[in-house]
């Protein structure tokens, strides 16, 4: 697994909760926040997988799994950029289905 794993999520999850919050995305949604797992495995998923939306905490859980294959020695900037594809397509998969407004979060995969 890559070495630059921790600091690429850290930057890909402040970068992505700007873009949550100043989107639109939670306002009037029927969750409150969401929570993204990036699963290591054999694929890369274009599809999350959801679980149930949290009463108690409101968040709406998602899973994607990437293939650990395209990991091994990537680079900071190259492993941050995989991330940030994958959680972006997760997201605009449930902004979609929840009918939340996904504009800024296309706008910013198409970068």
């Known amino acids: 697994m890559s070495k630059h794993s921790g600091k690429a999520l850290d930057a890909v ?3 992505i909760e700007q873009l949550i919050i100043e989107s639109g995305f939670l306002l009037e949604a029927p969750f409150s926040w969401v ?12 599809v999350p997988h959801y679980g149930k939306i949290n009463k108690r905490y409101g968040d709406l859980p998602l899973s994607i799994e990437v293939d650990t294959h395209e990991l ?6 190259e492993l941050t950029k995989k991330f940030k594809i994958t959680v972006l397509k997760a997201l605009i998969h449930a902004g979609k289905k929840y009918d939340r407004p996904t504009e800024m979060l296309e706008a910013e995969l198409q970068k």
């Open 13 to 15: 999850r402040d970068s």
């Open 35 to 46: 929570t993204i797992s990036i699963r290591y495995g054999l694929k890369n998923d274009e």
């Open 72 to 77: 091994i020695d990537v680079t900071l900037e």
